[in-house]
């Protein structure tokens, strides 16, 4: 049998077919792997000892900054708490300076934009539904 | 049987796709050499902000809004501009297009000095003062809730607190409540082996690094495979652009405040307390069976993050009668933004969050 038809291999169809199969596969190989308890035993040694490093080095650290007369990282946070505290109450005076003007007569205030009405109606075919 | 050569439609394909791959390239080299791509655009403004976090308004776009303004609950583990990635596939955007008078909570990226945060400052503190806020900046006596993922968690301890909350309605988007059903989570914070004291005391926050490892650890193999994906739609310019906004903003990762981390573990992993009914904020019970307003919950299929059975109990929970329950195609993020968001959630919930609107 003869056939004119051109039969062209869809590549981008077996590529896609082709990765999201070995994406779930290796995923749901992983995921057996990862999910049994020497691997939660593992992974929390690991970060005993990532944390162990981690201590040692911020100590170590510390003692090098005080040594050399330069600020430790606790100094500059305590710089970033003060910070804080001065932004928490240029906030707090914002916040009031807001509730000040909104008291004020509506003249003082004509400068803000008008808001819209509060007025929107759901279209009729979502209205049909139940709503409490 | 004879079948005629397909050679040159084979190199005409080979030629199209090398020649979307070098087009792309150069766009994608474009894309990526911004430092500051265009993510949460859509117009606001900044009504309160304590400490890092920050209140939005989002600026109305239409003639007319709803009676009832909208509070949006992000998460804690993310930043909040998957909920408005890039104009023309922003949730706030389009919620703001059909007319809603929207306001976001951005907890902003924890600082060193937030450490000590725990979860009753987000919901019985933080989220309390937001909705106050909201009611005093829109006039109005009630609004409508809508939290995402730990965001939709934090506002139902909300609510599980404040049975007078003036809330007319609830939408939470994946929002885990049973963490025994976090899969890999929940066995990698087995109470034996994970020392969630020691990682908090080291370390104060929980870095962004150690979270983003461990998200990519639920798929091993996506970082592999996703680019394949993306050269499969290689001509598709909205997906790639989607795509490559999605995946900057999973590997944007912020820390978690460390004592919240510390109480996450080991109430909500550990205790499973949220589900159980036994979580204690502040001296105060959180009841979810106390929550009697309208909800609907959309969950996504394929979420690695958070799986159906976590999500699944949280209208089982509630005491209000009126609830939905929504599962969609898609994963963790696709949920809420890309174009399965815009063609399936968005509508779905505008539909439902109109008519608790007016």
């Known amino acids: 049998m003869t056939t004119n038809e051109t039969t062209t291999p869809d590549f981008s169809e077996a590529w896609r077919d082709w990765a999201t199969q070995s994406e779930r596969q290796w995923n749901e190989f992983f995921n057996q792997m990862m999910g049994t308890e020497e691997f939660s035993q593992g992974l929390g040694r690991n970060l005993d000892v990532f944390l162990h490093f981690q ?12 040594a050399m007369n330069v600020p430790t990282r606790t100094d500059v946070l305590a710089l970033g708490d003060r910070m804080l505290a001065i932004e928490n109450r240029l906030a707090a005076m914002e916040a009031q300076l807001s509730m000040a003007l909104a008291a004020a007569p509506a003249s003082a205030n004509s400068a803000a934009p008008a808001r819209p009405k509060r007025t929107k109606r759901p279209p009729p075919a979502a209205e049909g539904g139940s709503a409490n | 049987m004879t079948t005629a050569p397909a050679t040159p439609d084979v190199a005409n394909q080979v030629q199209s796709t090398v020649d979307a791959i070098v087009r ?13 791509p265009q993510v949460g655009a859509t117009p606001k403004d900044t009504i309160h902000t304590d400490g890092s976090m920050k209140l939005y308004h989002y600026r109305p ?19 909040p501009y998957i909920l408005d990635l890039t104009p023309g596939q922003s949730m706030m955007e389009f919620l703001v297009q059909q007319g809603y008078d929207v306001y976001l909570i951005d907890w902003g990226v924890p600082r060193n000095e937030d450490s000590g945060l725990r979860l009753e400052d987000y919901a019985l503190s933080r989220i309390p003062d937001c909705v106050d806020r909201v009611l005093e900046d829109s006039g109005e006596s009630e609004l409508n809730l809508l939290g995402y993922c730990v965001g939709g968690a934090l506002a139902l301890m909300y609510m599980g607190t404040h049975p007078e909350a003036p809330v007319r309605s609830m939408a939470c988007l994946t929002t885990p409540v049973n963490f025994k059903g976090m899969g890999l989570f929940s066995q990698w914070t087995d109470e034996r082996y994970f020392d969630v004291d020691r990682i908090v005391d080291t370390l104060g926050n929980v870095p962004g690094e150690i979270l983003l490892s461990a998200f990519d650890m639920l798929r091993p193999a996506g970082r592999l495979t996703s680019p394949i994906q993306v050269l499969d739609r290689i001509r598709d310019d909205k997906y790639v652009k989607s795509f490559m906004l999605v995946d900057r903003w999973g590997a944007d990762q ?11 573990v080991k109430e909500l992993y550990w205790k499973n307390a949220l589900l159980e009914g036994s979580l204690e904020l502040g001296g105060r019970h959180v009841d979810l069976s106390s929550i009697e307003v309208p909800m609907i919950h959309a969950m ?3 979420d690695h993050i958070v799986p159906y059975e976590a999500a699944k109990p949280a209208l089982e929970q509630v005491g209000s009668e009126d609830t939905e329950e929504v599962v969609l195609r898609g994963g963790h993020a696709s949920l809420v933004a890309g174009g399965n968001a815009m063609y399936r959630l968005w509508p779905k919930l ?8 007016i």
Do not use: C
């Not at chain 1, 201590?55 to 005080?66: D, I, L, P, Q, R």
């Not at chain 2, 912020?254 to 996450?264: H, L, V």
């Not at chain 2, 505008?350 to 609107?357: C, E, K």
């Open chain 2, 61 to 79: 776009q239409t003639d007319e809004i709803y009676r009832t303004p909208l509070l949006v609950v992000t998460s804690l583990v993310s930043k």
């Open chain 2, 24 to 36: 792309r390239g150069l766009v994608g080299l474009e894309y990526i050499s911004l430092e500051d």
């Open chain 2, 350 to 357: 505008d539909q439902w969050l109109s008519v608790r609107s």
């Open chain 2, 300 to 302: 996504a299929q394929h």
């Open chain 1, 55 to 66: 201590k040692t080095m911020n100590e170590a650290m510390g003692s090098f900054f005080t």
């Open chain 2, 254 to 264: 912020i820390p978690f405040a460390g004592e919240a981390f510390r109480q996450m």
